[in-house]
């Protein structure tokens, strides 16, 4: 069993920036594709970025594009979330997610392990 903790969310103003760390357990963890999502009040979880095991590979959905950049280091068994240039539409529970043995995915059901999210709120 994988157990995956967020933390580094928090209020921020429009234009600023925040850094997300995922940090999970386990020997393994350089063999997990790893993921963050969002939920904002009322609306579907939605994908945000996502990185290979290597690091080598990253994705990102077009609304984050050139703003949120997703890191790992894999000798500290944990993955970031850099998030620049922020808007409110970015406010929303983050979730980081890890994938065991696949490749990464924009697909939240193709992921194993699941943390309890971190909230992130960007004022106007």
């Known amino acids: 069993q994988v157990q995956v903790v967020e933390s580094g969310g928090g209020l921020v103003q429009a234009g600023g920036s925040l850094r997300l760390s995922c940090s999970a357990s386990?020997?393994?963890?350089?063999?997990?594709?790893m993921a963050w999502f969002r939920q904002a009040p009322g609306k579907e979880r939605e994908f945000v970025a996502a990185?290979?095991?290597?690091?080598?590979?990253?994705y990102y959905a077009d609304s984050v594009k050139g703003r949120f950049t997703i890191s790992r280091d894999n000798a500290r068994n944990t993955v970031y979330l850099q998030m620049n240039s922020l808007k409110p539409e970015d406010t929303a529970d983050y979730y980081c997610?890890?994938?065991?043995?696949?490749?990464?995915?924009?697909?939240?059901?193709?992921?194993?392990?699941w943390g309890q999210g971190t909230q992130v709120t960007v004022s106007s």
């Open positions: 997610a890890a994938r065991n043995g696949g490749s990464y995915s924009a697909r939240a059901p193709l992921y194993d392990y």
């Open positions: 990185i290979s095991a290597s690091g080598l590979n990253t």
């Open positions: 386990g020997r393994t963890f350089s063999r997990y594709a």
